[in-house]
């Protein structure tokens, strides 16, 4: 009876969706077995990194330490600080912000791709490739942010997890907390967190194969990476977009000030001010203005926009 019970937990940790991620992170030459083990500790337990990530846990104080000591042990930061080559948690785990006619882009692409070191786009100098392997395989996930907090904002099935080995892990290792979706119903899901305020990142992370793996839909009240980014941390990357004001549209409403997610927008008696320096160009403000007085424009000091349909054709014509 006891060999009957370890078999079976024998079998539930070899599920085919672990199976295709260690084959995958095999494949990859700086992809060590540490590596694949941080990947599957996360995506098989999300809520609980995610809680204890975000101070949530009564374990943080343990956790956090003891997980900055490991990074260290792994050589993962640099004891330089000035080391123009030292990697930083940022640089492992990161999110780049994407327009919603980027995001919709995303999650609509029908074969797979494979772009690699995207430094241009993605600017850290870990997890920067675009390997979309089945990418009509979509999955949404109740956000593991969102379910961290005591209040948190509705709904809670907002995350998309793209492509495979990272659907199908999904759904295996968390079936009372995701489903397999269509891209249709994934661009309805973006347009409709647009519409409330909500930002869309494209998320990466050394230990998802150093790729992109997913596009959340993130809340400021609720979402780990901009709690991070409000703290110092810079894992978020700009779309290489900023709003910019046309003063003869604007009325002074100062609907764009109460819903910028990044709060860079400030209104005085007679302007608005946009701090374009920290201006994310996520496009929030721009669809909510009743004047239509913002607009997006590429800002060349910003790092260049995700664009995945420009990048299939660039790569096809090469």
């Given at each position: 009876?006891?060999?009957?019970?370890?078999?079976?937990?024998?079998?539930?940790?070899?599920?085919?969706?672990?199976?295709?991620?260690?084959?995958?992170?095999?494949?990859?030459e700086?992809?060590?077995?540490?590596?694949?083990?941080?990947?599957?500790?996360?995506s098989?337990?999300?809520?609980?990194?995610?809680?204890?990530?975000?101070?949530?846990?009564?374990?943080?104080?343990?956790?956090?330490?003891?997980?900055?000591?490991?990074?260290?042990?792994?050589?993962?930061?640099?004891?330089?600080?000035?080391?123009?080559e030292?990697?930083?948690?940022?640089?492992?785990?990161h999110?780049?912000?994407?327009?919603?006619?980027?995001?919709?882009?995303?999650?609509?692409?029908?074969?797979?791709?494979?772009?690699?070191n995207?430094?241009?786009?993605?600017?850290?100098?870990?997890?920067?490739?675009?390997?979309?392997?089945?990418?009509?395989?979509?999955?949404?996930?109740?956000?593991?942010?969102?379910?961290?907090?005591?209040?948190?904002?509705?709904?809670?099935?907002?995350?998309?997890?793209?492509?495979?080995?990272?659907?199908?892990?999904?759904?295996?290792?968390?079936?009372?907390?995701?489903?397999?979706?269509?891209?249709?119903?994934?661009?309805?899901?973006?347009?409709?967190?647009?519409?409330?305020?909500?930002?869309?990142?494209?998320?990466?992370?050394?230990?998802?194969?150093?790729?992109?793996?997913?596009?959340?839909?993130?809340?400021?009240?609720?979402?780990?990476?901009?709690?991070?980014?409000?703290?110092?941390?810079?894992?978020?990357?700009?779309?290489?977009?900023?709003?910019?004001?046309?003063?003869?549209?604007?009325?002074?409403?100062g609907q764009?000030?109460?819903?910028?997610?990044?709060?860079?927008?400030?209104?005085?008696?007679?302007?608005?001010?946009?701090?374009?320096?920290?201006?994310?160009?996520?496009?929030?403000?721009?669809?909510?203005?009743?004047?239509?007085?913002?607009?997006?424009?590429?800002?060349?000091?910003k790092?260049?926009?995700?664009?995945?349909?420009?990048?299939?054709?660039?790569?096809?014509?090469?």
């Amino acid at each position: 009876m006891a060999r009957d019970q370890n078999n079976k937990k024998g079998i539930r940790f070899r599920k085919p969706s672990t199976r295709a991620f260690r084959r995958e992170g095999k494949r990859l030459e700086d992809y060590s077995f540490f590596d694949w083990l941080h990947g599957y500790l996360y995506s098989r337990w999300p809520y609980f990194y995610i809680r204890v990530g975000i101070g949530e846990h009564n374990l943080s104080r343990f956790f956090v330490p003891l997980w900055n000591l490991i990074t260290k042990i792994f050589q993962i930061n640099s004891a330089d600080k000035d080391d123009p080559e030292r990697v930083t948690f940022a640089d492992s785990y990161h999110g780049k912000v994407v327009a919603p006619g980027e995001a919709r882009q995303l999650v609509s692409v029908k074969q797979d791709i494979d772009l690699r070191n995207l430094d241009k786009i993605i600017p850290y100098k870990k997890a920067r490739d675009i390997v979309l392997q089945n990418p009509e395989s979509i999955v949404v996930l109740d956000c593991p942010c969102r379910m961290a907090r005591p209040n948190p904002c509705l709904p809670l099935d907002v995350c998309l997890v793209i492509g495979e080995p990272f659907a199908s892990f999904t759904i295996e290792h968390h079936p009372g907390h995701s489903r397999r979706i269509t891209s249709e119903e994934a661009v309805n899901i973006i347009e409709e967190e647009h519409a409330r305020g909500h930002v869309q990142h494209a998320f990466f992370k050394d230990a998802m194969l150093n790729r992109f793996y997913a596009i959340c839909n993130c809340c400021s009240c609720c979402c780990g990476a901009m709690q991070a980014w409000r703290n110092g941390v810079p894992m978020l990357e700009s779309s290489g977009y900023v709003a910019r004001v046309n003063p003869e549209d604007c009325e002074l409403c100062g609907q764009c000030a109460e819903i910028c997610p990044f709060g860079v927008i400030k209104m005085t008696d007679e302007t608005v001010l946009i701090d374009e320096t920290t201006c994310m160009g996520c496009g929030i403000c721009v669809s909510h203005c009743p004047q239509n007085a913002l607009t997006l424009a590429r800002d060349s000091r910003k790092s260049e926009p995700l664009i995945i349909e420009k990048l299939i054709q660039d790569e096809i014509t090469k």
